[in-house]
T-cell receptor, first 109, second 115 residues
C-alpha cells in the first residue's frame, strides 16, 4: 500500500530563515511525486512534479528534490507570503494519487 | 493548468438531506476526480468521474452515498446523500488533461457542514 508521511506537522520560521520540509514515501513503482501549496479556505495549488531520484526543480524561493525514499522542499529566505500548508503526494503504478497530511508553515515577519 | 470552479463554495445542511456539488472546467479535460479533505486529514480520493459511463469508486465509498455524474468533458457533479455530521468536510474537484497519472489541478473546494 502506498504511503506518504510528511514532517514536521507544523513549522514556524522567522522571515529569511531557510529550512526544509520532508516527505517520506513508500510506493510500488513511482510514477511521480507532487508538491502542492494550500492556503486556508482554498484548493491545493500545484507546485512541482518529480519523476526520478536525483531530479530537482526550482520556483522562486522553493526547490524540490527527490531520492528513492523521500523528497525535500527547501525554502530559501522565506517571506510571510510563503505561509501555507504544503502537501506532498505520490502516484504509483495504476494506483490513485496518495497524499500526506501536509506541513503547516508559518513565516513570521 | 486549468481554471476550475465549484458551486456552492460552502453550505450548512441538515442531517438526512442531500447536497449536489458542481465542478466546471474552462476547457475539455480527460480526467475528473472528486476528493474529500477532513479536518487534520490528508486528501482522500472518493471517485474518478468517467465521461459517458459510471464513476469508479475507491474503497470505502459507494455510489448510493456519493452519486456522480459527468455529462461532458468540462462538467461533473457529486451528490452527498442522506447526510450525517460525519460528512462535514471539504469536497474538492480535480482535473488532469492527460491520463490518470498526469498532474492534477484542483478547484477551490466546497466546505460542507452538516448539523
Amino acid at each position: 500500500e502506498d504511503q506518504v508521511t510528511q514532517s514536521p506537522e507544523a513549522l514556524r520560521l522567522q522571515e529569511g530563515e531557510s529550512s526544509s520540509l520532508n516527505c517520506s514515501y513508500t510506493v510500488s513503482g513511482l510514477r511521480g511525486l507532487f508538491w502542492y501549496r494550500q492556503d486556508p479556505g482554498k484548493g491545493p495549488e500545484f507546485l512541482f512534479t518529480l519523476y526520478s531520484a536525483g531530479e530537482e526543480k526550482e520556483k522562486e524561493r522553493l526547490k524540490a528534490t527527490l531520492t528513492k525514499k523521500e523528497s525535500f522542499l527547501h525554502i530559501t529566505a522565506p517571506k510571510p507570503e510563503d505561509s501555507a500548508t504544503y502537501l506532498c503526494a505520490v502516484q504509483g503504478g495504476n494506483t490513485p494519487l496518495v497524499f500526506g497530511k501536509g506541513t503547516r508553515l508559518s513565516v513570521i515577519a | 493548468s486549468a481554471v476550475i470552479s465549484q458551486k456552492p463554495s460552502r453550505d450548512i445542511c441538515q442531517r438526512g438531506t442531500s447536497l449536489t456539488i458542481q465542478c466546471q472546467v474552462d476547457s475539455q479535460v480527460t480526467m475528473m476526480f472528486w476528493y474529500r479533505q477532513q479536518p487534520g486529514q490528508s486528501l482522500t480520493l472518493i471517485a474518478t468521474a468517467n465521461q459517458g459511463s459510471e464513476a469508479t469508486y475507491e474503497s470505502g465509498f459507494v455510489i448510493d452515498k456519493f452519486p456522480i455524474s459527468r455529462p461532458n468533458l468540462t462538467f461533473s457533479t457529486l451528490t452527498v446523500s442522506n447526510m450525517s455530521p460525519e460528512d462535514s468536510s471539504i469536497y474538492l474537484c480535480s482535473v488532469a488533461r492527460g491520463g490518470a497519472q498526469e498532474t492534477q489541478y484542483f478547484g477551490p473546494g466546497t466546505r460542507l457542514l452538516v448539523l
